[in-house]
């Protein structure tokens, strides 16, 4: 077979094992709605959906920066996520309520930091060539004890020193607990069962997702990202810098995060040192049962998003169906959920690839 019909061939079994994959999401996702709407009281409340779906945010944006490394390949993996959120958020109080600066300048310095945390973890993977594994589980014990002693364990705005200010400004706290309703060019927008659509869901997820989308699908860069997950050693010789790649991947899941910790602490009006705690495997989930092969070179952002909504309305369905058991449980069918998103990706792959 010619090498142009075989790579055509190639091309066109992957969009098939892609649409595959996004259709067994659809199917799971639909399934876990219909089983908690039936069983669990009030998960159809609207005001429990707004709050899911408005909480949710913040882990779909770790799960779509964590995506980006595991496609760069190398065994990429990300496991300061949650880390990288704590310290973020944790700069972003230290500055606006300790210091007094400007809120937005606070938020432009939040950023910045989960950029260099994220490139710290680039240059010690893709320069040092130290084990991802190894190298995000000691960036995640670190940057988390960063973030605890910054403020000896406490959050900001901090109860205890009634001399600081006692919150953040009103117009950051929009952020997360605004609606796009509130803006007054999107006012016209109907409300669903008289809950507004979340600012951050507007505003801040689905630009993130599509510029995401573009980015991967339809520059150069995203081309190299899949070139260099599918076969570092061919992006090699095609003169792409591996090193480069993996290098940007792991800073922009460093910026993700940065992002992800403005919105926690727009939610919650508060910076805490630990909010992250937990959020790495969340984010992994997700990235896995998107269809990210954790091989690297495979993956999608609207995979992702499915994943997110799945792994959030679980969550949510089992606190309501457990109560104080769900602490318990949740962690479990994680993991449950972890390890068939890997076999069910693998069943997909050789069911409809060809030679």
Do not use: H
Request: contains cysteine; aromatic residues 10%.
């Amino acid at each position: 077979m010619p090498n142009g019909a075989r790579i055509t061939g190639i091309a066109r079994s992957l969009r098939v094992i892609a649409a595959a994959r996004l259709a067994l999401l659809i199917v799971l996702f639909t399934a876990l709605f219909l089983y908690f709407s039936l069983n669990v009281p009030n998960f159809l409340g609207a005001y429990n959906i707004y709050s899911v779906v408005q909480n949710g945010v913040i882990i779909g944006i770790l799960g779509i920066g964590e995506s980006l490394v595991i496609i760069s390949g190398g065994g990429g993996i990300d496991l300061s996520v949650g880390s990288m959120l704590g310290l973020s958020g944790m700069i972003l109080g230290i500055m606006n309520i300790q210091w007094g600066m400007n809120i937005w300048l606070a938020v432009a310095a939040c950023l910045l930091t989960g950029l260099m945390l994220g490139c710290i973890n680039g240059l010690l993977v893709s320069l040092v060539r130290i084990p991802p594994l190894i190298v995000t589980l000691a960036t995640y014990y670190g940057y988390a004890a960063i973030a605890l002693q910054l403020t000896s364990t406490r959050p900001l705005p901090d109860a205890t020193q009634p001399n600081l200010p006692q919150s953040l400004p009103s117009e950051f706290i929009t952020i997360g607990n605004g609606n796009m309703q509130d803006i007054g060019w999107l006012s016209w927008f109907p409300k669903i069962s008289g809950e507004g659509i979340p600012f951050q869901v507007f505003f801040v997820f689905l630009p993130l997702t599509v510029i995401t989308a573009f980015v991967l699908r339809r520059t150069v860069g995203g081309r190299y990202l899949y070139g260099v997950g599918v076969n570092a050693l061919a992006a090699r010789f095609s003169a792409i810098q591996v090193w480069g790649v993996r290098f940007w991947a792991y800073a922009a899941a460093g910026l993700f995060a940065g992002i992800a910790a403005v919105v926690q602490t727009a939610l919650s009006a508060s910076a805490t040192p630990n909010v992250g705690e937990g959020l790495n495997l969340q984010a992994i989930t997700i990235a896995v049962l998107g269809g990210v092969s954790i091989t690297g070179g495979e993956g999608n952002v609207l995979g992702v998003t499915l994943s997110t909504l799945i792994v959030i309305f679980l969550y949510n369905g089992l606190g309501l169906q457990l109560g104080n058991n769900a602490g318990v449980w949740q962690p479990f069918a994680l993991g449950i959920l972890l390890i068939g998103s890997v076999l069910l990706n693998e069943w997909v792959r050789r069911r409809l690839s060809v030679s």
